[in-house]
């Protein structure tokens, strides 16, 4: 079945490091990779997609890369705070609009 | 905008009785989805709508899930008879569709967390 995967084990990281989350996808070729932020209690809150055709995206402090031959996005925060503590979920997409999500991994910032 | 809005918050129920979710997407947005997450699982797709016609709802557990979207600003699920395996957060998620359907972020709603006894 498609398959979408993430370290479940939680990343803890200093503040001013690099966090870098992994996502791995199996049985499918996804047209678009997103990653989206949840925190307890709330709904996932988007924050950004690439396309298969596309290596690296970035925004802010944050940048995102899809290696189809690896299938794999690779998801980093640099000069992360402890505000940038959350689940961070990827999620793949094809053409009809279903997106499948990673169970998510967890990010601790510690000051 | 007002974002996604779901109700209710939260609801508690008795197994064997029915429920009811309701969502109100974000205005202009042509596609609905609706998801179910647990700590076992995570976030699992139960079924999505693009102009109010459901496009798959291969995700929806069994019989006793239904969603219907009688309209663009309204969507419900329902599970009849409800079962304490059910107790998950709900969450509906709209999109805009205007770049094609796979190419647009989604916009969740707070979720409604459901427990069944």
């Known amino acids: 079945s498609q398959k979408i995967e993430q370290n479940s084990e939680a990343l803890n990281i200093q503040e001013g490091k690099t966090a870098t989350l992994t996502c791995n996808y199996t049985?499918?070729?996804?047209?678009?990779l997103q990653w989206y932020r949840q925190d307890p209690g709330r709904g996932p809150v988007f924050l950004l997609l690439?396309?298969?055709?596309?290596k690296e995206k970035r925004k802010e402090r944050l940048k995102v890369t899809f290696d189809t031959t690896l299938k794999q996005s690779l998801f980093h925060i640099t000069a992360s705070q402890p505000a940038d503590s959350a689940t961070y979920l990827c999620?793949?997409?094809?053409?009809?609009?279903?997106?499948?999500f990673g169970q998510g991994t967890t990010l601790q910032v510690k000051p | 905008d007002a974002g996604v809005i779901q109700s209710p918050r939260h609801e508690v129920t008795e197994m064997g009785q029915e429920v009811t979710l309701r969502c109100k997407p974000i205005?202009?947005?042509?596609?609905l989805f609706w998801y179910r997450q647990t700590m076992m699982r995570g976030l699992e797709l139960l079924i999505y709508?693009?102009?109010?016609?459901?496009?798959?709802d291969s995700g929806m557990p069994e019989d006793r899930f239904s969603a219907k979207m009688p309209n663009a600003s309204f969507s419900t699920l329902k599970i009849q008879p409800s079962e304490p395996r059910d107790s998950a957060v709900y969450f509906c998620?709209?999109?805009?569709?205007?770049?094609?359907?796979?190419?647009?972020?989604?916009?969740f709603g707070p979720g409604t967390r459901l427990t069944v006894l």
């Open positions: 205005s202009g947005h042509n596609s």
């Open positions: 709508f693009n102009n109010n016609v459901p496009i798959d």
């Open positions: 999620a793949g997409s094809s053409n009809t609009g279903k997106l499948i």
């Open positions: 998620a709209s999109s805009p569709g205007t770049r094609g359907l796979g190419h647009n972020e989604q916009f």
């Open positions: 049985n499918y070729s996804p047209a678009y």
């Open positions: 690439i396309r298969e055709n596309e």
